[in-house]
T-cell receptor, first 113, second 116 residues
């Protein structure tokens, strides 16, 4: 089955700086890669996703890159703000997202004022 | 829409008791997923349904776990008998399905289960 590795487990950055979270996956059939943000006591919420036919996608301060050859994808957050503090999860799916997601272990992002 | 609704939000029970978690997906969504979140194992898929039919239950940990979806607006996850290692946050999620252009899985707020 699919295995998703996520690094780092904790990331502390100064407000206004950029944050990068990296994930690797094992199943070459995976074709859908969402990123979720989870705040304390809440369910995960999708912030951006990318499909295997695209190398990069951007939405305001958030961007995701995908390297299918290396089976590697990354989340980039620019101009970080205090409200970006949360746990971020990467995930992968071989069914375009219609099947279950395999999640990484999560990154606790801390924005220092 | 109110989003995915889960009940109860918190459940404390004693070992050996039966526990039933409930989920109401977003209206019109064809897929429903049950996940479990623990510190040790992270977020794990337990089972998912398409049009009320279970598609993949390979993530269900043991026969003590069962899930049903009697109609498009309701699903249950049952643990009988419960054990302390079942303590976790259980999430339900729903999505439009494979043919949708945007296949986001929307998560509910979760049920925090504590088995004493």
């Amino acid at each position: 089955g699919e295995n998703v590795e996520q690094h780092p487990s904790t990331l502390s950055v100064q407000e206004g700086d950029s944050a990068v979270i990296k994930c690797t996956y094992s199943d070459s059939a995976s074709n859908y890669f969402p990123w979720y943000k989870q705040e304390l006591g809440k369910g995960p919420q999708l912030i951006i996703d990318i499909r295997s036919n695209v190398g990069e996608k951007k939405d305001q301060r958030i961007a995701v890159t995908l390297n299918k050859t290396a089976k590697h994808f990354s989340l980039h957050i620019t101009e970080t703000q205090p409200e970006d503090s949360a746990v971020y999860f990467c995930a992968a799916s071989a069914g375009g997202g219609a099947d279950g997601l395999t999640f990484g272990k999560g990154t606790h992002l801390i924005i220092q004022p | 829409d109110a989003g995915v609704i889960q009940s109860p939000r918190h459940e404390v029970t004693e070992m050996g008791q039966e526990v039933t978690l409930r989920c109401k997906p977003i209206s019109g969504h064809d897929y429903l997923f049950w996940y479990r979140q623990t510190m040790m194992r992270g977020l794990e898929l337990l089972i998912y349904f398409n049009n009320n039919v279970p598609i993949d239950d390979s993530g269900m940990p043991e026969d003590r776990f069962s899930a049903k979806m009697p109609n498009a607006s309701f699903s249950t996850l049952k643990i009988q008998p419960s054990e302390p290692r079942d303590s976790a946050v259980y999430f339900c999620a729903s999505s439009l399905g494979f043919l949708a252009a945007y296949n986001e899985q929307f998560f509910g707020p979760g049920t925090r289960l504590t088995v004493l």
